[in-house]
């Protein structure tokens, strides 16, 4: 890889957070000195590379405008959709409508994921400069793995040896992604990351091993733990 990787971003951030039980959408939660979306952010904004970055918001937002990066001119907003391959499709449109181009890398990364090191950011845009398809980060599973039936007993124990947990960033081309999106949502396939409407097309992304510790926030003793550890740098 000759200098840096160029990339695109898109955040999607227009959940509500119905499992955090907050009295805001999880995002704008307090984290540190800022808040989680913040954090979230910084990783990218230092990184060398980043074209432009859009954040994904629900349509009547109160919150972003109070961020200081509201008013960073390398941002974008879009509005989100119904389902996060909805929202993540509406920032796709953006970086369009801003000059993106269809061959041009895009990292879509939950705006609840703000343990993302730079380390991982480098690691993964270095691994994929080069690949056909492109990937994500995503952790080998630790723990052994049971299948249940539908009594809530084990049916079996399935080989964990080749099961990973797909994390984010996920990294692909523009035209690609959208072009997957379109056609898995459209067949009303279900959609839970931008690797899973790649494999609907029939392409498999690359595993890059990422540090386990760069989790979604979902519950609330997830915040509790992010907040007892700093971000490693
Ligand atoms: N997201 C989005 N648009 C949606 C739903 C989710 O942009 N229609 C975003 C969330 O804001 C979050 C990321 O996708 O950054 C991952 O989703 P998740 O962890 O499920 O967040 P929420 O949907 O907000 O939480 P919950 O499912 O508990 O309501
Ligand atoms: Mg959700």
Redesign the pocket.
């Known amino acids: 890889m000759t200098g840096p990787v160029s990339y695109w971003v898109v955040?999607?951030?227009?959940?509500?957070?119905?499992?955090?039980r907050a009295d805001r959408?999880?995002?704008y939660l307090p984290l540190g000195d800022r808040t989680l979306i913040e954090q979230t952010l910084d990783c990218f904004l230092c990184q060398p590379g980043l074209n432009g970055l859009v954040v994904?918001?629900?349509a009547d937002d109160p919150w972003w405008p109070e961020l200081a990066c509201a008013q960073d001119s390398r941002i974008v907003r879009a509005d989100?959709?119904?389902?996060?391959a909805?929202?993540?499709l509406a920032g796709l449109q953006a970086l369009l409508a801003r000059g993106a181009g269809m061959a041009d890398w895009v990292l879509v990364h939950?705006?609840?994921?703000p343990n993302l090191t730079q380390e991982d950011l480098y690691k993964l845009l270095a691994t994929l400069a080069d690949d056909p398809v492109g990937g994500l980060l995503a952790v080998p599973v630790r723990d052994t793995l049971k299948c249940a039936d539908a009594q809530g007993r084990v049916a079996s124990t399935p080989d964990r040896s080749r099961y990973w947990q797909a994390y984010t960033p996920q990294m692909f081309r523009l035209g690609a992604l959208r072009d997957a999106l379109t056609q898995a949502l459209g067949a009303g396939a279900v959609v839970t990351d931008e690797a899973s409407a790649m494999e609907y097309v029939g392409l498999a992304p690359r595993l890059v091993e990422g540090r386990s510790d760069n989790i979604?926030?979902?519950r609330p003793e997830d915040l509790q733990w992010l907040s007892r550890h700093s971000k490693p740098h």
């Open positions: 955040i999607p951030a227009a959940g509500i957070g119905s499992r955090m959408p999880k995002q994904c918001l629900a989100g959709g119904q389902e996060r909805d929202s993540v939950d705006a609840a994921r979604k926030v979902t």
